[in-house]
T-cell receptor, first 112, second 115 residues
Framework: DQQVKQNSPSLSVQEGRISILNCDYTNSMFDYFLWYKKYPAEGPTFLISISSIKDKNEDGRFTVFLNKSAKHLSLHIVPSQPGDSAVYFCAAWDNAGNMLTFGGGTRLMVKP | DVKVTQSSRYLVKRTGEKVFLECVQDMDHENMFWYRQDPGLGLRLIYFSYDVKMKEKGDIPEGYSVSREKKERFSLILESASTNQTSMYLC??????????????FGQGTRLTVV
Protein backbone atom coordinates (compact mmCIF):
# COMPACT_ATOMS: atom_id res chain seq x y z
CA ASP A 1 0.00 0.00 0.00
CA GLN A 2 1.33 3.43 -0.93
CA GLN A 3 2.48 5.37 2.10
CA VAL A 4 2.71 8.66 0.20
CA LYS A 5 -0.18 9.48 -2.11
CA GLN A 6 -0.74 12.19 -4.65
CA ASN A 7 -4.35 11.72 -5.64
CA SER A 8 -4.39 14.13 -8.58
CA PRO A 9 -2.40 12.73 -11.51
CA SER A 10 -2.65 16.04 -13.38
CA LEU A 11 -3.45 19.70 -12.87
CA SER A 12 -3.92 22.48 -15.40
CA VAL A 13 -3.57 26.14 -14.37
CA GLN A 14 -3.51 29.47 -16.17
CA GLU A 15 -0.29 31.46 -16.13
CA GLY A 16 -0.24 33.93 -13.23
CA ARG A 17 -2.71 31.98 -11.12
CA ILE A 18 -2.00 29.80 -8.10
CA SER A 19 -1.12 26.11 -8.45
CA ILE A 20 -1.92 23.88 -5.47
CA LEU A 21 -0.52 20.36 -5.42
CA ASN A 22 -1.59 18.00 -2.67
CA CYS A 23 -0.01 15.04 -0.92
CA ASP A 24 -1.23 12.67 1.80
CA TYR A 25 0.79 10.23 3.87
CA THR A 26 -0.09 7.37 6.16
CA ASN A 27 3.13 6.61 8.07
CA SER A 28 3.37 8.57 11.33
CA MET A 29 7.12 7.84 11.40
CA PHE A 30 7.66 10.30 8.54
CA ASP A 31 9.19 13.47 9.91
CA TYR A 32 10.66 15.40 6.97
CA PHE A 33 8.94 16.13 3.69
CA LEU A 34 10.24 17.28 0.33
CA TRP A 35 8.91 18.33 -3.05
CA TYR A 36 10.76 17.51 -6.25
CA LYS A 37 10.21 18.68 -9.79
CA LYS A 38 10.92 16.47 -12.78
CA TYR A 39 11.19 17.21 -16.48
CA PRO A 40 11.04 14.36 -19.03
CA ALA A 41 14.30 12.44 -19.51
CA GLU A 42 15.91 14.15 -16.50
CA GLY A 43 16.38 13.24 -12.85
CA PRO A 44 14.16 14.92 -10.24
CA THR A 45 15.46 18.17 -8.76
CA PHE A 46 14.81 19.30 -5.22
CA LEU A 47 12.38 22.18 -4.81
CA ILE A 48 11.47 22.79 -1.18
CA SER A 49 11.20 20.89 2.10
CA ILE A 50 9.55 21.08 5.50
CA SER A 51 10.27 19.54 8.87
CA SER A 52 7.46 18.02 10.90
CA ILE A 53 8.05 20.63 13.61
CA LYS A 54 6.89 23.37 11.24
CA ASP A 55 3.62 23.99 9.45
CA LYS A 56 4.85 26.28 6.69
CA ASN A 57 7.99 26.92 4.69
CA GLU A 58 8.39 29.53 1.98
CA ASP A 59 10.96 29.97 -0.77
CA GLY A 60 10.17 32.62 -3.33
CA ARG A 61 7.11 31.59 -5.34
CA PHE A 62 6.94 28.22 -3.58
CA THR A 63 5.30 27.54 -0.23
CA VAL A 64 4.79 24.18 1.42
CA PHE A 65 2.15 23.69 4.10
CA LEU A 66 2.06 20.75 6.51
CA ASN A 67 -0.96 19.61 8.50
CA LYS A 68 0.36 16.85 10.75
CA SER A 69 -2.96 15.93 12.30
CA ALA A 70 -4.43 15.34 8.85
CA LYS A 71 -1.20 13.82 7.51
CA HIS A 72 -1.46 16.19 4.58
CA LEU A 73 0.88 18.57 2.84
CA SER A 74 0.48 20.91 -0.08
CA LEU A 75 2.71 22.87 -2.41
CA HIS A 76 1.56 26.32 -3.53
CA ILE A 77 3.12 28.02 -6.53
CA VAL A 78 2.26 31.70 -6.93
CA PRO A 79 2.29 33.04 -9.57
CA SER A 80 2.46 30.00 -11.83
CA GLN A 81 4.67 30.27 -14.91
CA PRO A 82 4.79 28.12 -18.08
CA GLY A 83 8.29 26.96 -17.05
CA ASP A 84 6.72 25.36 -13.97
CA SER A 85 5.10 22.75 -16.21
CA ALA A 86 6.58 19.46 -15.01
CA VAL A 87 5.80 16.44 -12.85
CA TYR A 88 5.91 17.19 -9.12
CA PHE A 89 6.69 14.50 -6.58
CA CYS A 90 6.06 14.63 -2.88
CA ALA A 91 8.55 12.62 -0.76
CA ALA A 92 9.01 11.76 2.92
CA TRP A 93 11.92 10.65 5.11
CA ASP A 94 11.30 8.20 7.90
CA ASN A 95 12.70 9.30 11.25
CA ALA A 96 15.62 6.87 10.97
CA GLY A 97 16.66 8.97 7.99
CA ASN A 98 17.54 6.13 5.67
CA MET A 99 14.47 5.60 3.52
CA LEU A 100 13.00 8.22 1.20
CA THR A 101 9.50 7.36 -0.03
CA PHE A 102 7.88 9.09 -3.01
CA GLY A 103 4.32 9.66 -4.11
CA GLY A 104 2.99 8.90 -7.58
CA GLY A 105 3.48 12.42 -8.91
CA THR A 106 1.23 15.16 -10.29
CA ARG A 107 1.72 16.54 -13.78
CA LEU A 108 1.32 20.31 -13.71
CA MET A 109 0.55 22.16 -16.93
CA VAL A 110 0.69 25.94 -16.82
CA LYS A 111 -1.01 27.49 -19.85
CA PRO A 112 0.18 30.85 -21.21
CA ASP B 1 28.27 21.29 -7.15
CA VAL B 2 26.86 17.91 -6.20
CA LYS B 3 27.02 15.34 -8.91
CA VAL B 4 25.37 11.97 -9.24
CA THR B 5 26.38 10.28 -12.46
CA GLN B 6 24.72 7.27 -14.01
CA SER B 7 26.82 5.37 -16.50
CA SER B 8 24.29 5.28 -19.35
CA ARG B 9 21.36 7.45 -20.48
CA TYR B 10 19.84 4.75 -22.68
CA LEU B 11 20.27 0.98 -22.71
CA VAL B 12 18.68 -1.78 -24.77
CA LYS B 13 19.15 -5.33 -23.50
CA ARG B 14 17.78 -8.73 -24.40
CA THR B 15 15.56 -10.86 -22.18
CA GLY B 16 17.66 -13.06 -19.92
CA GLU B 17 20.77 -10.88 -20.04
CA LYS B 18 22.53 -9.79 -16.86
CA VAL B 19 22.45 -6.00 -16.69
CA PHE B 20 24.59 -3.67 -14.63
CA LEU B 21 23.56 -0.08 -13.94
CA GLU B 22 26.29 2.01 -12.35
CA CYS B 23 26.01 5.13 -10.25
CA VAL B 24 28.75 7.34 -8.83
CA GLN B 25 28.42 10.33 -6.50
CA ASP B 26 31.12 12.85 -5.64
CA MET B 27 29.80 14.32 -2.37
CA ASP B 28 30.95 11.64 0.07
CA HIS B 29 27.30 10.85 0.85
CA GLU B 30 26.51 7.93 3.12
CA ASN B 31 23.11 7.07 1.64
CA MET B 32 22.52 5.88 -1.91
CA PHE B 33 19.31 4.75 -3.54
CA TRP B 34 17.96 3.07 -6.66
CA TYR B 35 14.43 3.89 -7.85
CA ARG B 36 12.44 3.06 -10.92
CA GLN B 37 9.90 5.42 -12.42
CA ASP B 38 6.88 4.11 -14.30
CA PRO B 39 3.85 6.06 -15.56
CA GLY B 40 1.19 6.39 -12.89
CA LEU B 41 3.34 4.67 -10.27
CA GLY B 42 5.75 7.45 -9.39
CA LEU B 43 9.19 6.61 -8.04
CA ARG B 44 9.40 3.23 -6.37
CA LEU B 45 12.37 2.32 -4.20
CA ILE B 46 14.22 -0.83 -5.26
CA TYR B 47 17.18 -0.87 -2.85
CA PHE B 48 19.09 1.55 -0.70
CA SER B 49 22.39 1.57 1.12
CA TYR B 50 23.42 3.63 4.14
CA ASP B 51 27.04 2.51 4.25
CA VAL B 52 29.66 0.58 2.30
CA LYS B 53 28.69 -3.07 1.95
CA MET B 54 25.33 -2.38 3.61
CA LYS B 55 22.11 -2.75 1.66
CA GLU B 56 18.43 -2.74 2.45
CA LYS B 57 15.46 -3.81 0.35
CA GLY B 58 13.05 -1.16 -0.72
CA ASP B 59 9.48 -1.67 -1.91
CA ILE B 60 10.19 -3.67 -5.09
CA PRO B 61 13.49 -5.60 -4.77
CA GLU B 62 12.40 -8.73 -6.65
CA GLY B 63 14.54 -9.43 -9.69
CA TYR B 64 17.25 -6.99 -8.61
CA SER B 65 20.39 -7.01 -6.51
CA VAL B 66 22.86 -4.27 -5.58
CA SER B 67 26.50 -3.84 -4.75
CA ARG B 68 28.26 -1.14 -2.77
CA GLU B 69 31.95 -1.92 -2.50
CA LYS B 70 33.04 1.72 -2.33
CA LYS B 71 31.29 4.67 -0.71
CA GLU B 72 30.94 6.62 -3.95
CA ARG B 73 29.59 3.80 -6.12
CA PHE B 74 26.28 1.95 -6.00
CA SER B 75 25.46 -0.63 -8.66
CA LEU B 76 22.08 -2.09 -9.57
CA ILE B 77 22.10 -5.56 -11.08
CA LEU B 78 19.31 -7.19 -13.03
CA GLU B 79 20.21 -10.87 -12.71
CA SER B 80 18.11 -11.97 -15.70
CA ALA B 81 16.44 -9.06 -17.45
CA SER B 82 12.75 -9.35 -18.26
CA THR B 83 10.46 -7.13 -20.31
CA ASN B 84 8.62 -5.93 -17.18
CA GLN B 85 11.89 -4.35 -16.06
CA THR B 86 11.72 -1.89 -18.95
CA SER B 87 11.68 1.41 -17.09
CA MET B 88 13.49 4.62 -16.16
CA TYR B 89 16.02 3.90 -13.42
CA LEU B 90 17.10 6.70 -11.13
CA CYS B 91 20.00 6.72 -8.69
CA UNK B 92 20.18 9.18 -5.79
CA UNK B 93 22.43 9.99 -2.86
CA UNK B 94 22.08 11.95 0.37
CA UNK B 95 23.97 12.74 3.52
CA UNK B 96 23.12 11.20 6.87
CA UNK B 97 20.29 12.69 8.91
CA UNK B 98 21.41 15.03 11.61
CA UNK B 99 23.00 17.42 9.14
CA UNK B 100 21.29 20.44 7.66
CA UNK B 101 21.27 19.04 4.18
CA UNK B 102 18.58 16.43 3.96
CA UNK B 103 17.71 16.52 0.29
CA UNK B 104 18.55 13.63 -1.99
CA UNK B 105 20.36 14.38 -5.24
CA PHE B 106 19.46 12.45 -8.35
CA GLY B 107 21.33 11.33 -11.42
CA GLN B 108 19.99 11.98 -14.90
CA GLY B 109 18.37 8.56 -15.15
CA THR B 110 18.87 5.49 -17.34
CA ARG B 111 16.11 4.52 -19.71
CA LEU B 112 16.35 0.72 -19.95
CA THR B 113 14.47 -1.19 -22.60
CA VAL B 114 14.40 -5.00 -22.42
CA VAL B 115 13.44 -6.68 -25.68
Amino acid sequence: DQQVKQNSPSLSVQEGRISILNCDYTNSMFDYFLWYKKYPAEGPTFLISISSIKDKNEDGRFTVFLNKSAKHLSLHIVPSQPGDSAVYFCAAWDNAGNMLTFGGGTRLMVKP
Amino acid sequence: DVKVTQSSRYLVKRTGEKVFLECVQDMDHENMFWYRQDPGLGLRLIYFSYDVKMKEKGDIPEGYSVSREKKERFSLILESASTNQTSMYLCASSSQRGTLNTEAFFGQGTRLTVV
